[in-house]
């Protein structure tokens, strides 16, 4: 059996986290700067030590350190101090491995639109329920006619390709609205402003890159999200997908003694703003069946009551930082936090909630059985490794050094629904144009048959008219000739009189 890591202590009191246990998930809850990130990074450098990989967003841009040796740090000497920790405290680092969408901070970090789907797509792009089931339709659209969608463009193709042909797609698909496949193109206009187009593309990320070891130590993986925060949606949508991901990825475990992997999910309120009720089920469906597979997953949080019941139900392991009772809202959530321990009786919880010092917690974890503990307060046990972030140096050196060193940084942009829609279209124009030919040529065919016929026409009544001037030249000696021009030309001088010349 893996040994329990000890996550706080005070006096005799001493707080366990069951390895076994660990895949029944956690919160860790708190106001800002009482102590939560310190938390995370003890739990995900104990779970580091037994061998299990870590996956956690760093939103502040300080976890980057547990890559580095602790030590030197005034504050973490005297709460070993005041724990009796100090002699025999063994400072150490984590194997790290660094992303980040954007490619600046990190590995690049791909998924393919694909592989996104559609219902996490309209979540980011804030659709409603007729924009979404476009949505969908298009995606079906796509499978039905072999159109991969890898990146960005594919889908901004697909989506011109579907509105400019919504008539012929009606009769198999239904309605298709030209729209609210506007609506979705704006929505993807404003997502790409906010840099997702580098998100979505290959190579796509490998998730058991997620699950490597190094030296019998668990692979931390960090994810440089104080830029990607900035599109809460976005970030929050993408975390989700990874969860699913590796709940479909993932063969069925069972008990262990230790986790496969470790997800920590900060900022967890993000997940369930604004969410459709669909969404919240599905997420509450993972979380359930996702320790199956070996999955612990802890979300990082202010207060309880920004987790839904049903999911808040499944989180075994608690870490109470401090919650601060400025306004009835705040008291009214400070009860909501204390409602979900079990009660210690030598504990007001309510009021311990408002008193914790920074580090300091109120913690219950499940036992040997799976049973929660009586909540306990005590200070939460500083990381062997280095607080604070690594410098730009260390950052480039942690890079270099990765096991996934230079597998992403290249883009690969193989033929997808862009090209071949794009490649359509323009056999489509170039059939146009030869059509268009056609016709021209058809049309000066026709004009140049209409004026030879014209022109014979004109050549045969000129034969007519020349013969009878010949005729006439002929006759002009015979007297009918004589009689016919002395008639002619007795009209044309006004020779009208039947008298006859003298000299006729």
């Known amino acids: ?45 104990s779970f580091s030590q037994l061998g299990v990989p870590v996956f956690m967003a760093d939103i502040k841009g300080d976890l980057t350190g547990i890559s580095q040796l602790g030590g030197g740090n005034q504050k973490v000497e005297d709460r070993l101090t005041m724990l009796g ?28 639109v694909s592989e996104m789907g559609p219902m996490l797509l309209s979540r980011v792009l804030q659709l409603n329920d007729t924009q979404s089931a476009v949505l969908t339709l298009c995606f079906k659209i796509a499978d039905d006619g072999g159109l991969m969608l890898l990146d960005f463009k594919d889908l901004r193709a697909l989506l011109q390709y579907v509105g ?37 593309g290959e190579p796509a990320v490998n998730l058991g890159d997620f699950m490597q070891t190094l030296s019998g130590k668990g692979v931390i993986n960090i994810l440089a999200a104080d830029k990607l925060f900035l599109s809460p949606k976005l970030y929050s949508t993408f975390l989700l997908w990874l969860l699913s991901e590796l709940f479909e990825m993932l063969p069925e475990a069972g008990d262990l003694e230790k986790p496969k992997l470790v997800f920590f999910f900060d900022e967890a309120h993000l997940l369930f703003n604004d969410t459709p009720q669909a969404l919240v089920d599905k997420i509450e469906q ?54 979900t321990f079990r009660a210690n009786p030598a504990i007001n919880v309510e009021t311990a909630i408002t008193e914790l010092g920074v580090g300091e917690a109120l913690i219950s974890c499940l036992d040997e059985k799976g049973i929660p503990s009586m909540v306990e307060r005590a200070f939460v046990i500083p990381p062997p490794s280095h607080i604070g972030p690594v410098s730009p140096d260390q950052r480039q050196q942690l890079l270099a050094n990765s096991l996934v060193a230079g597998q992403y ?9 862009y090209e071949i829609l794009k490649a359509k279209a323009e056999q489509a124009a170039q059939a146009q144009a030869e059509q268009e030919a056609q016709l021209a040529e058809q049309k000066a065919a026709e004009e140049a048959e209409k004026e030879a016929a014209k022109a014979a026409k004109d050549s045969t009544t000129g ?17 009918v000739g004589r009689q016919i021009v002395r008639g002619v030309l007795g009209s044309l001088l006004g020779g009208g009189s039947k008298k006859k010349s003298s000299w006729w």
Request: aromatic share 6%.
């Open 463 to 479: 034969d007519v008219l020349g013969a009878f001037a010949k005729s006439a030249a002929r006759a002009i000696g015979s007297n």
């Open 286 to 339: 993972v979380v359930r069946l996702i320790r199956s597979k070996g999955v612990g997953v802890y979300f990082v949080t202010q207060n309880p009551v920004d987790i839904p019941e049903s999911i808040l139900g499944q989180l075994g392991n608690r870490v109470q930082h401090a919650l601060r009772a400025f306004t009835p809202k705040d008291q009214k959530g400070v009860r909501a936090a204390a409602e």
């Open 409 to 417: 940084e290249t883009v690969v942009d193989r033929e997808s629904a």
């Open 1 to 45: 059996m893996a040994e329990p890591i000890l996550v706080a202590k005070k006096d005799a009191i001493e707080c366990y986290l069951m390895p076994d246990k660990a895949n029944r998930h956690g919160l860790i809850t708190g106001a800002t700067g009482t102590g939560k990130t310190i938390t995370l990074q003890r739990l995900a450098q």
């Open 164 to 200: 400019e042909n919504a008539d012929q797609f009606q009769a198999e698909y239904g309605n298709v609205s030209k729209a609210t496949i506007g609506a979705i193109q704006r929505g993807l206009l404003e997502l790409e402003s906010q840099g997702a187009e580098q998100f979505f």
């Open 85 to 112: 920790l100090k002699e025999g405290f063994n400072y150490d680092s984590c194997p790290v491995t660094l992303w980040d969408v954007f490619g600046e901070q990190g590995h690049p970090l791909r998924a393919t």
